[in-house]
């Protein structure tokens, strides 16, 4: 009997989740504002424990080790971290828990080749009951300095995040 994997399982959910809309907000030299939402029909203690499970439904493409489901955690709690273990050695500590609550989750830093420059960022997690459901607000704002100027990272970054909350979405929204 052939079973499937829970990555495939996330991939067909992916594939059916209706895409987070996307914006970039705000954008100028100095910093970025984007943000994504989606609405999906877990409940917000739901969509609350899947943000807890990071590594269930990050990108492996925008992570170190191509393998988060192994090797990336979140302490969701003030001073935690999201960070990943690399198998060859390492790790890396992508972003730094700030703020949880239930309905809010704010980490800071500066994630994938931001982290090069100098520059800051806030992500920002809101959740909004939504009928029986859950309106998700992924919001990344960034700031600082670059040589090639911050904005021209807005619609790259955005389209990550977007493509985070599809996922996350897909994620709580999984049958249990």
Same mark, same amino acid.
């Given at each position: 009997?052939?079973?499937?994997?829970?990555? +495939?399982?996330? +991939?067909?959910?992916?594939?059916? #989740?209706?895409?987070?809309?996307?914006?970039?907000?705000?954008? #100028?030299?100095?910093?970025?504002?984007?943000?994504?939402?989606?609405?999906?029909?877990?409940?917000?203690?739901?969509?609350?424990? #899947?943000?807890?499970?990071?590594?269930?439904?990050?990108?492996?493409?925008?992570?170190?080790?191509?393998?988060? #489901?192994?090797?990336?955690?979140?302490?969701?709690?003030?001073?935690?971290?999201?960070?990943?273990?690399?198998?060859?050695?390492?790790?890396?500590?992508? +972003?730094?828990?700030?703020?949880?609550?239930?309905?809010?989750?704010?980490?800071?830093?500066?994630?994938?080749?931001?982290?090069?420059?100098?520059?800051?960022?806030?992500?920002?997690?809101?959740?909004?009951?939504?009928?029986?459901?859950?309106?998700?607000?992924?919001?990344?704002?960034?700031?600082?300095?670059?040589?090639?100027?911050?904005?021209?990272?807005?619609?790259?970054?955005?389209?990550?995040?977007?493509? +985070?909350?599809?996922?996350?979405?897909?994620?709580?929204?999984?049958?249990?």
């Amino acid at each position: 009997m052939r079973t499937c994997r829970p990555s +495939l399982l996330l +991939l067909a959910a992916v594939c059916a #989740a209706p895409p987070a809309s996307a914006e970039v907000r705000a954008s #100028a030299p100095n910093g970025f504002d984007v943000a994504s939402v989606a609405t999906v029909k877990a409940s917000p203690a739901k969509v609350y424990a #899947a943000i807890g499970e990071a590594g269930r439904w990050w990108d492996p493409v925008h992570s170190y080790s191509r393998d988060p #489901a192994a090797n990336m955690t979140i302490e969701l709690r003030a001073g935690g971290c999201l960070c990943e273990r690399i198998p060859s050695g390492g790790s890396a500590q992508h +972003l730094r828990v700030e703020l949880v609550t239930p309905a809010r989750i704010i980490l800071r830093g500066a994630m994938g080749p931001l982290k090069t420059e100098g520059l800051d960022g806030a992500l920002t997690f809101t959740l909004t009951p939504a009928g029986t459901g859950t309106r998700i607000e992924m919001r990344y704002a960034v700031g600082g300095f670059m040589a090639a100027g911050v904005d021209t990272m807005a619609a790259p970054v955005d389209g990550v995040i977007g493509g +985070l909350l599809t996922r996350l979405a897909a994620y709580a929204d999984r049958p249990n």
